[in-house]
């Protein structure tokens, strides 16, 4: 197995670079910059992939770049193609491609999709999963733009209402060893409560909080007025500690927590790359179809990843 990473030295890349080669896995950092990459590659041109494909087994988009091209290549030469985070769009357009794709690969969508699934299986009703992530963690622009991108736009609740990002609050019971204050998580456009609605039958919600108060406002804020990102501030009061869970309808909580949320994608995403080997994948694949929670348990602990679950 030959892995190339598309950002590789990013935010998420650098993290999952080592660690892949930490298991004796080959990887190369894919970039732009000749000074930081083993393999110069503009991904915003996949038509001039030729020379960087070759002798690669799979491709990890790091990058940020949505592309369905760059995808589209991977699938025609049989190379698989894993997306650690993706907007709906882009997700839609990912499971359409003919090839092996592997999707919902990081902290949100990912392990979330799995903390979800292994909570319907206990409970088989309506879940609600809570995205809570530090907002001071110094992030790459792609992750930055990727939020800043949903204010404003609705999404498809399971209701059959369109909801607007950044609304419609609710509290959750956020585990102790997150520490984080309470206050409500808002409505986010996160692409596995889509699939797991249409997959387990049930509706599947997602919200989104930071670790500041005066950042997650601001966001409920600036969604009526998405015209004034361009001056939102790039960096936001907070730390770098994140929470996820998900809920059932009886109130019993699978959580997940740890520091660094670019490393715990990168972790999922190297957890994945593993398993993979063993499991023959030729068509667009999510992440809990691959794995369990169990399967990542003791390899995303390594990486002081906390896992616990509370309520009845």
Known sequence: ????????????????????????????????????????????????????????????NCAGVEDIRVAEEC??????????????????????VAGPVILGVGLAPGLTTLLAVDAFASDPGPIDIMIGLGSGEHHGPAA?????????????????????????????????????????????????????????????????RLDSRLATAGLAALTWLPALR?????????TDRWVILARTANGSQRWATGRGQSLATAAVAAATVRESAHHPITAPTWIHELLDLDTLRDDLSATGIEFGQSGP
């Open 1 to 60: 197995m030959n892995v190339l990473v598309l950002g590789g030295y990013g935010a998420v890349g650098t993290h999952l670079v080592q660690l892949l080669r930490a298991h004796g896995i080959p990887a190369l950092a894919a970039g732009r910059d000749a000074a930081r990459a083993d393999r110069v590659v503009d991904v915003t041109a996949p038509d001039g992939f030729d020379a960087a494909l070759s002798g690669v087994t799979m491709v990890v």
């Open 75 to 96: 699938a025609r030469r049989g190379i698989v193609f894993v997306e650690i985070s993706a907007t709906s769009g882009y997700v839609r357009a990912l499971e359409s």
């Open 144 to 208: 930055t733009a990727w939020t800043y991108q949903l204010l404003g736009r609705r999404f498809p609740d399971p209701d059959g209402t369109d909801i607007r990002n950044f609304t419609r609050p609710a509290r959750f019971t956020i585990p102790e060893k997150a520490e984080y204050k309470p206050f409500p998580a808002v409505r986010a456009d996160f692409a596995d409560q889509h699939r797991l609605t249409e997959e387990l039958a049930v509706p599947v919600r997602s919200y989104l």
């Open 230 to 238: 361009a001056v939102a501030p790039r960096h936001l009061p907070g």
